[in-house]
Nanobody
């Protein structure tokens, strides 16, 4: 299983970015996916999760209303649309795949991780 995260970059506060997580073929079929982030000196924290079909999504309170997780199973890709970015959103963002189909909030529930893409929000 290979997960390739992309789309990070430097953006001003209030701006938007869309992260993508491209998976090798069929490796995320029927599997939940998640986005996590880790800022320097901090533990990895949950951002959003989506179930296998895309019908159920959950977002951390800190990003609710600003970020949206989605997936295109035909393209084996998961997205994180990030709007109204704040300096405190600065982190390395990781996508991950769970071995199950539901929604999961803890890193321990995921078995494969992408390499991370860096997001920097300037004030």
């Amino acid at each position: 299983v290979q997960l390739q995260a992309s789309g990070g970059g430097l953006v001003q506060a209030g701006g938007s970015l869309r992260l993508s997580c491209a998976a090798s073929r069929h490796t995320i079929t029927n599997r939940a996916m998640g986005w996590f982030r880790q800022a320097p000196g901090n533990e990895r924290e949950f951002v959003a999760t989506i179930n296998w079909s895309g019908e159920n999504t959950f977002h951390a309170d800190s990003v609710k209303g600003r970020f949206t997780i989605s997936r295109d199973n035909a393209k084996n890709t998961v997205y994180l649309q990030m709007n109204s970015l704040k300096p405190e959103d600065t982190a390395v963002y990781y996508c991950a795949r769970a071995p199950y189909s539901g929604n999961y909030y803890y890193p321990q529930a995921y078995d494969y991780w992408g390499q991370g893409t860096e997001v920097t929000v300037s004030s």
